[in-house]
């Protein structure tokens, strides 16, 4: 299994750019979230998604849009990139379904500077 | 979800023991320990969980006070490799969707 991975790996962008974000997993996991961190900070939860089809707010979310078309992806857009939108970016996997178990597992992280 | 503290950071010699202490007083009864770590850059790793009982896996042991208001992490042998950012993280475990709120943990030194 190659876990999660995210695409790509890094990205410059110019300021008032979009661009996606792609995370795949192949853990069959019903659960999906994407984080960003700044610099010596901890993790924050942009959007997450409960299932296929599904996706919902989380602590920071304006300026970004998520989709889940498939259950394996969940991809993180930005609309018109910002330069207070550089940070790193992790993608997230949990859940096996008909397990109790809840622990999230982590991509390696986009990334991504806004100039 | 219970608020935590952790110390901001900590040395550890390799070969010993390492114990990285997390406070949780308001915890919940329905609210599981998790301890998570974070290698320079890297995406955050799953390292354990417990909810009232003490825990081991291959990676590290998990003691949890009976009060449940403390909990401490032990890598048993500390490596260099060991060296990261500790994260101890209380919520309630089958809240699904909801995120895992991550503070600054500890970051630990493992010395040769």
């Known amino acids: 299994n190659a876990g999660v991975t995210q695409t790509p790996k890094f990205r410059v962008l110019k300021t008032g750019q979009s661009m996606t974000l792609l995370c795949a997993q192949d853990?069959?996991?019903?659960?999906m979230y994407w984080y960003r961190q700044d610099p010596g900070m901890g993790l924050r939860l942009i959007h997450y998604?409960?299932?296929?089809?599904?996706?919902a707010k989380g602590e920071v979310p304006d300026g970004y849009n998520v989709s889940r078309l498939k259950k394996q992806n969940f991809l993180l857009g930005l609309e018109s990139a910002a330069p207070s939108q550089t940070s790193v970016y992790f993608c997230?996997?949990?859940?096996?379904?008909?397990?109790?178990?809840?622990?999230?597992?982590f991509g390696p992280g986009t990334r991504l500077t806004v100039t | 979800d219970a608020k935590t503290t952790q110390p901001t950071s900590m040395d550890c010699a390799e070969g010993r023991a390492a114990n990285l202490p997390c406070n949780h007083s308001?915890?919940?009864?329905?609210?599981?320990v998790y301890w998570y770590r974070q290698i320079h850059s890297q995406g955050p790793q799953y390292i354990i969980h417990g909810l009232k009982n003490n825990e081991t896996n291959e990676m590290a042991s998990l003691i949890i006070t009976e009060d449940r208001k403390s909990s401490t992490l032990i890598l048993p042998h500390a490596t260099l490799r060991d060296t990261a950012v500790y994260y101890c993280?209380?919520?309630?475990?089958?809240?699904?969707?909801?995120?895992?709120?991550f503070g600054p943990g500890t970051r630990l030194s493992v010395l040769p």
């Open positions: 997230a996997s949990s859940l096996l379904a008909g397990t109790p178990s809840y622990e999230q597992y």
């Open positions: 993280i209380v919520r309630v475990g089958d809240n699904y969707g909801q995120n895992f709120v």
């Open positions: 308001t915890i919940s009864g329905n609210e599981y």
């Open positions: 853990m069959n996991h019903e659960y």
């Open positions: 998604s409960v299932g296929e089809g599904t996706t």
